[in-house]
């Protein structure tokens, strides 16, 4: 399928859950760069300059809200959409405290993460 020259980053420790969201937008036409920390996201970011940040909350090495606090601090890419992929019981709370776009909630329904991507990536 072509890409669309969107690159999108996805933030995520489970091996598992980065592999299948990474194949379903994939399969959507989309360029995926992941990460399994927040350091590897925080590099990335300033690498790849993605249209949108799809971030866990919690990870090893730098949680994703200690990420969203550095990509905030860095002019560079503070302006990059983040929404958060998470299943923490209060991740919509913590999404709107960190000025996230918006919350995806685990188990990730895949149709919604798709429409939730194509809104960043038109």
Do not use: W
Not at 12 to 19: A, H, K
Not at 44 to 61: F, G, S, V
């Amino acid at each position: 399928m072509p890409q669309s020259g969107r690159t999108i980053l996805l933030v995520e420790d489970d091996d598992d859950s980065r592999t299948m969201m990474t194949m379903v937008l994939e399969f959507a036409g989309h360029h995926v760069v992941t990460a399994s920390n927040g350091v590897e996201a925080y590099n990335l970011a300033r690498a790849h300059h993605p249209a949108l940040i799809l971030l866990d909350l919690m990870m090893p090495t730098m949680t994703g809200e200690e990420f969203r606090r550095a990509q905030l601090a860095n002019a560079d890419i503070r302006g990059i959409p983040v929404v958060v992929v998470s299943a923490h019981n209060e991740a919509t709370q913590i999404a709107r405290r960190m000025k996230a776009r918006g919350c995806i909630e685990k188990p990730v329904d895949f149709e919604r993460l798709t429409h939730v991507v194509e809104q960043y990536c038109r």
